[in-house]
């Protein structure tokens, strides 16, 4: 169940921003969205990957301090997805879609994600499974995502950023508390 509410909340920053271009219906809704999926999908399976990896090193030298150092990464990446949502408001999204811009978009919805990989350290899960997951999971919510742009313009992109942020929020209180 963690790792569902992981991958949802993982995957709003990438449907925040699906939703977004969705409503500028810049390029065909068809392949806008598969364009979203396969890159929103593709980053966000492959930096929390390499936040696992890395957390499973650090895991061994640190194993007092992970649930303590899991729980203030996925709080700092959870108020800073909510702030982003009430503060900034919509997305900044390029008028023109071209893959080199989905390419950027897609590292700058996902970075975040590499610090909460750190956090399937301590799910006991099997991470490379677990990244697919939330590959898929963002792959679908972005496709998505672009439909409901297009259908109801922009007014769900900062919802899905605050629901995004208090998951993992409420995931990293569940990882310090056991």
Same mark, same amino acid.
């Given at each position: 169940?963690?790792? &569902? =509410? #992981?991958? $949802?909340?993982?995957? %709003?920053?990438?449907? !925040?921003?699906?939703? *977004?271009?969705?409503?500028?219906?810049?390029?065909?809704?068809?392949?806008?969205?598969?364009?979203?999926?396969?890159?929103?999908?593709?980053?966000?399976?492959?930096?929390?990957?390499?936040?696992?990896?890395?957390?499973?090193?650090?895991?061994?030298?640190?194993?007092?301090?992970?649930?303590?150092?899991?729980?203030? &990464? =996925? #709080?700092? $990446?959870?108020?800073? %997805?909510?702030?982003? !949502?009430?503060?900034? *408001?919509?997305?900044?999204?390029?008028?023109?879609?071209?893959?080199?811009?989905?390419?950027?978009?897609?590292?700058?919805?996902?970075?975040?994600?590499?610090?909460?990989?750190?956090?399937?350290?301590?799910?006991?899960?099997?991470?490379?499974?677990?990244?697919?997951?939330?590959?898929?999971?963002?792959?679908?919510?972005?496709?998505?995502?672009?439909?409901?742009?297009?259908?109801?313009?922009?007014?769900?992109?900062?919802?899905?950023?605050?629901?995004?942020?208090?998951?993992?929020?409420?995931?990293?209180?569940?990882?310090?508390?056991?």
């Amino acid at each position: 169940m963690a790792l &569902l =509410l #992981l991958a $949802i909340a993982l995957s %709003m920053d990438a449907f !925040a921003v699906s939703i *977004g271009l969705g409503s500028k219906k810049t390029v065909g809704t068809l392949k806008l969205a598969t364009m979203c999926a396969i890159y929103f999908g593709l980053f966000q399976g492959l930096m929390p990957l390499i936040g696992f990896i890395g957390g499973k090193g650090v895991l061994v030298f640190a194993e007092t301090y992970a649930p303590w150092v899991s729980f203030i &990464l =996925l #709080l700092i $990446i959870g108020i800073k %997805m909510i702030y982003e !949502a009430l503060i900034t *408001g919509e997305e900044n999204v390029p008028s023109h879609i071209t893959h080199r811009a989905m390419f950027i978009l897609g590292i700058a919805t996902s970075i975040d994600a590499m610090a909460a990989g750190f956090s399937l350290t301590l799910l006991n899960v099997n991470g490379f499974l677990a990244c697919t997951f939330i590959a898929i999971t963002t792959a679908l919510f972005s496709f998505a995502g672009v439909y409901l742009g297009e259908k109801t313009g922009t007014w769900l992109e900062s919802r899905a950023e605050v629901l995004g942020g208090t998951i993992l929020i409420l995931i990293g209180l569940k990882v310090l508390l056991g």
